[in-house]
């Protein structure tokens, strides 16, 4: 099967963000093995889209649009794909009632343009959005495919990943694992890689990275379960054989939720003490839903008073090695063990830029403690980057070494 | 003049990649004026590239392609550009030495399909590559313009704005401005520009909703600085009138930014108590490069004993009230006041979900506390979404308290 992905909206037309539906979309495309000739992107202009909904179906076969399903006047591809394909819409009743139901939990008012969202076209089935009001629309139409998402990546990628995927797969099967590496970079880990790709491309070994970490994607395709699954399993057991420090989950969890799974399996409480990425580690950790079961307190000692008032940092010992320095970091993680009388303490200090490094004290300089009543280690690393990508590759960096600290206790 | 742009090569339709050249180009393009109305990326395949051109052709007048000028197979953009507008390709020996002295003067080897880049369609301009080999090609085609541009980003760019520019500039002025507002629905935004976006088209208003908070666009168009300039200015004005408690920004400021410059003007030092939010306070705030000046440190008491600890939360006040309370959060402001010693302290307790709401404490449940010397006041919210997206709601929420209450101080 051979798809085009279709971006409506002036968003990324005008240039105001960058494409990354259509990224998502292809490389998730491409693991089920449907191969993403054309992207096209454009404005919220009805002729254009029509010309653009028949260009398609002339050179793909399945149609996959983000964008435009919204309540607004300038919402209007579930309209234009209709029409363009001589389609009648309706009013669905059960999308209706479900709308109002989302509007009447969130204390908002349901406006009369809402209920543009509950039509959709005659033969087609409504895909469900379970985090905002648009649903989606799958439409088989002669020997074509034309799916409509919404915009937002959010409930675009659970939209696509739950409701659409099942629908469009193909008939010979089709496996995929991500291993998930940190430590490591991308090149060097493809020349890594290079002899465990096979000949024949199958499976298919594609890296994929991101700030401070690479994933590695293996999709084997095959007639049967049991081919499928042994081709992935020996080409991961290749792949972990490698790097086996590196990789730190084969179920594609990110890294403070396979620190959250070590510290519920230690049955440990867990605090934070954090200077240069501002309260960042505390954040990511508690987006995981049930954390409260590990995750006690953090605490976001930015000024030098607050180390010293919060955490018990020694007021010469700031002034003697500075905030910035592998000492600080370990009282810090000794003093927030004390107070708080968890199991762990993490601490972290370092200089996230932009400005105020020196030459012995440079920008990306970081410090990491970590404490437990019978343990206190310290870890000094340099980091590269503007600010953020400094605070983010720290906070990384920070889950990481806990993972390794956990692991090896 | 309206424009497509064409991304060629597999690094963007494989998902390698973001597609930013795009991006870039449609920026620029909209600030001399020129409109882009699509963009198309496609892989290196030469049936699909003739299809997209003879398309371009047909929608567009000028056509601005990247990618596929290398010296490789698979480069050869230029080569199906000149066969489809029917021009012969001839040898141009000016790009041929440039090329040869680009090679001797990084003391690399020329090969032989190098001399292929020096190979130009009748009738059109070479455009000079400073920083690499592929020239780029401007060509005047009947009453289009096809440019031709290389794939790294840093040759595109240069050639783009120093080349590029003059030869298509356009004799009209084009400005935008952005509008950041906050606590407003799209749709009920809409129905409220609705006088002002139907007046003429010039200028264009356009909103960009993005979870929390929603982007007004107002871009004019004219004839010179000052026609365009009053078209802004008369705009956003009538916008403010409409909407003045919702607008925290017209310099594309974030609100934690806003805050920012708010306690900095007062010369205020702020601290932060978080429940529900997990530290995503304090992790934005402390993005801003800078915000050591204004922010002293923050706390998150996750578990009910951290409150009471760290805070000064009465045991009392959370089991009459439980922990996401009015109360509470009145508590968590007043002891983060009298412990850290700063101006103005901000808490925030709630229910993040997925579960553990109740009847009358439904997930989305928030409170907000702020706290000076002279003043403590909550506010109560409920918002709506998954944990991620109810936590950064209530951040931005807490943001704008803080700047309504600096602001009415």
Excluded at 138 to 152: A, C, N, R, S, T
Excluded at 197 to 225: C, F, H, L, Q, W
Excluded at 322 to 348: C, F, T, Y
Aim: charged fraction near 25%.
């Amino acid at each position: 099967m051979r798809a085009e992905i279709i971006t409506v909206g002036s968003e990324i037309i005008l240039g105001s963000i960058l494409n990354t539906n259509a990224q998502y979309l292809t490389r998730r495309l491409g693991e089920i093995g449907i191969e993403v000739l054309y992207h096209t992107s454009l404005r919220d202009n009805k002729e254009q889209l029509k010309h653009v909904i028949e260009n398609g179906l002339k050179r793909v076969d399945l149609l996959i649009f983000t964008g435009g399903l919204g309540p607004t006047a300038d919402d209007f591809t579930k309209e234009v794909v209709s029409e363009t394909l001589g389609l009648r819409l309706y009013l669905d009743n059960n999308i209706k009632n479900s709308i109002k139901s989302y509007f009447d939990k969130t204390n908002k008012t349901m406006t009369s343009n809402n209920i543009k969202q509950a039509y959709i076209p005659e033969g087609s089935k409504p895909i469900k959005n379970d985090i905002g009001t648009a649903p989606g629309i799958f439409i088989e139409w002669q020997d074509k495919i034309l799916v409509l998402l919404p915009g937002p990546p959010r409930e675009m990628k659970l939209m696509f990943n739950k409701y659409v995927i099942p629908l469009i797969k193909q008939d010979y099967i089709i496996r995929e694992a991500t291993i998930k590496t940190i430590g490591i970079g991308e090149s060097y880990l493809e020349t890594i890689l290079k002899d465990i790709i096979n000949s024949r491309g199958n499976p298919s070994i594609a890296t994929y990275a991101s700030e401070g970490v690479v994933d590695i994607k293996v999709v084997a395709k095959g007639n049967n379960e049991e081919e499928v699954d042994l081709l992935l399993k020996e080409t991961i057991e290749k792949i972990r054989n490698k790097i086996p420090e590196n990789i730190y989950s084969y179920n594609n969890e990110t890294i403070e939720e396979v620190v959250f799974k070590l510290l519920k399996e230690k049955n440990f409480k867990i605090a934070f003490a954090e200077s240069c990425t501002g309260g960042l580690i505390a954040s990511k950790f508690t987006k995981i839903p049930g954390v409260s079961e590990v995750f006690d307190r953090g605490i976001v000692t930015y000024s030098n008073v607050s180390k010293i008032e919060e955490l018990n940092v020694r007021k010469s010992t700031i002034k003697k090695h500075g905030a910035v320095s592998k000492k600080v970091a370990m009282e810090m993680a000794k003093g927030l063990l004390e107070k708080s009388n968890v199991d762990i303490a993490l601490s972290i200090t370092g200089l996230a830029g932009p400005s105020t490094g020196s030459e012995n004290k440079p920008v990306g300089l970081i410090f990491i403690g970590i404490a437990t009543k019978e343990k206190l280690i310290t870890i000094e690393s340099r980091l590269s980057g503007d600010r953020e990508s400094i605070q983010n590759k720290a906070s990384l960096k920070a889950f990481n070494e806990l993972r390794k600290f956990l692991i090896n206790m």
